[in-house]
């Protein structure tokens, strides 16, 4: 009796087993799997579905994007608030890396380290990734933050409690608080720029071109062109946030 | 058989039925007209912030009336710049016209901001001296049109 009561459980445990991996299968072919091609798969077709790229060869340092970017988006002044910023990386000769960004790039960057120590040294502008499954977007626990249909990470701010998780959440480093309003601010992409057909202000002032912004959903546009020709590679990828900033050149000293 | 009902399930299913319906009202009331349109957040953030002004008005807003330097940028090496790089935002500028508005920025520090010597610029990519050595008892614009950097003045 024990013993057929064992087998009957037995049938049932692998009969709803295999019913369940069936329908877990079945559910993930009709889904189509949720590869990371340009950083997400689009909803609505119509809009465009924006990224931005960043060419680490053409980056002369010169901090006009953080600058444009504070006095467009009336971010406040001090040397800790930023939306965008400029990090100068300089590899010595011993292997060991300096790290510097004297207000973001703003005030220009002077040369600590002297020429025969070094072994190379470059700069990487930062700035929000706008990532299609972003971390930030992802803690809010009031729905505050969240990815527009264009692609672009947004603040609600009349939302916003001002609770810091996503400040804490972006692996990236992009947010910060408001000072005067208590709530969480970062990248728009120019947003507002941008329904006027106008580049971000970063974009605009940026006088090498190394910024560049597009369209991914357009294979003619500035940025698919820039994806085809250069090398690219995001930051982290590793944890899978689905980031839409490219750079070319990138080097593994950068964090 | 007749299925036996306590008295006290109707009068608490009484009390849940009006819990629930003034959570919904409630509910009703204070969600956001908007929210939920694309997604769990409100659909007029996206508007709001779409009604902020612009400070950068683009360089086409520029060569509505500087037409000139259009010409003159087109011939040398500062061609690719735009105009806000330098001067800063324009949009006051284009909508007052007043040359208090703008900025001409014209000290050794600003020109160096691109153009001073760093091991991080690369040599190709942009034109590089050495602040402390070039002519360092002149400004830059003593010698170059910031237009025109190549065409010396005389």
Redesign the interface.
């Known amino acids: 009796m024990g013993n057929e009561g064992i087998k009957s459980s037995r049938r049932k445990f692998v009969k709803s087993a295999a019913t369940l991996a069936g329908a877990t299968m079945g559910y993930a072919w009709l889904k189509s799997s949720h590869f990371l091609l340009y950083g997400a798969e689009p909803e609505d077709l119509s809009l465009p579905w924006y990224g931005i790229g960043i060419d680490i ?2 980056c ?5 994007c953080a600058k ?1 970017c504070k ?2 988006n009336d971010v406040p002044l001090e040397p800790f608030f930023f939306r965008n910023w400029v990090e ?3 590899v010595k000769n011993d292997g060991s890396v300096d790290i510097v960004s004297p207000n973001g790039g703003i005030d ?4 600590r ?1 002297p ?1 025969e120590d ?1 072994f190379k ?3 990487v502008a930062k700035m929000c990734n706008h990532c299609a499954k972003s971390p930030c977007e992802q803690v809010c626990p009031v ?7 264009e692609g672009v990470v ?6 916003c409690i001002g609770c810091r998780y996503c400040v804490q959440a972006c692996p990236y480093g992009c947010r910060f608080i408001h000072p005067v309003k208590k709530v969480a601010n970062k990248c ?1 992409l120019c ?3 941008l ?2 057909d ?2 971000p ?1 970063c974009m ?6 190394a910024r560049i912004y597009g369209n991914l959903r357009d294979k003619e546009s500035d940025l698919v062109k820039y994806l085809k020709e250069h090398t690219t590679q995001v930051l982290r990828p590793n944890l899978n946030t689905g980031a839409k900033l490219y750079y070319n050149a990138l080097s593994s000293e950068t964090r | 058989m007749k299925f036996y009902i306590p008295p006290q399930i109707p009068r608490l299913a009484l009390v849940f039925g009006i819990v629930i319906s003034l959570f919904l009202l409630a509910r009703h009331f204070l969600i ?1 007209d908007t ?1 939920g349109k ?5 659909a007029a ?2 508007d ?9 008005s ?2 086409q807003a520029c060569f509505e009336c500087h037409q000139d330097v259009e010409d003159l940028k087109a011939t040398d090496v500062h061609s ?3 105009c ?2 330098c001067h ?2 324009g949009q006051k500028h284009v909508l007052s016209g007043e040359a208090a508005d703008i900025l001409k920025p014209s000290d050794r ?1 600003f020109c ?3 153009h ?7 040599q190709d ?2 034109f590089q001296v050495d602040l402390k050595e070039h002519n360092v008892e002149k400004e830059c614009i003593d010698c170059h049109n910031s237009h025109q950097p190549w065409e010396m003045k005389e």
Do not use: W
Request: charged fraction near 20%; hydrophobic fraction near 30%; proline fraction near 5%.
């Open positions: 060869e053409k002369i340092g010169c901090g006009n444009s006095k467009e100068q990386y300089t220009g960057f002077v040369q380290v020429d070094i040294s470059f700069f729905g505050a933050t969240f990815l527009s249909p947004l603040i609600d701010e009349k939302y728009t947003y507002h720029r329904k006027k106008l580049a202000a605009e002032v940026c006088p090498t071109g | 956001p929210f694309y997604g769990p957040y409100r953030a996206m709001d912030y779409t009604q902020l002004e612009i400070h950068y683009g360089q690719g710049i735009h806000e790089t800063g935002p520090e160096g901001s691109c001073s010597l760093n091991a991080a610029r690369q990519a942009i």
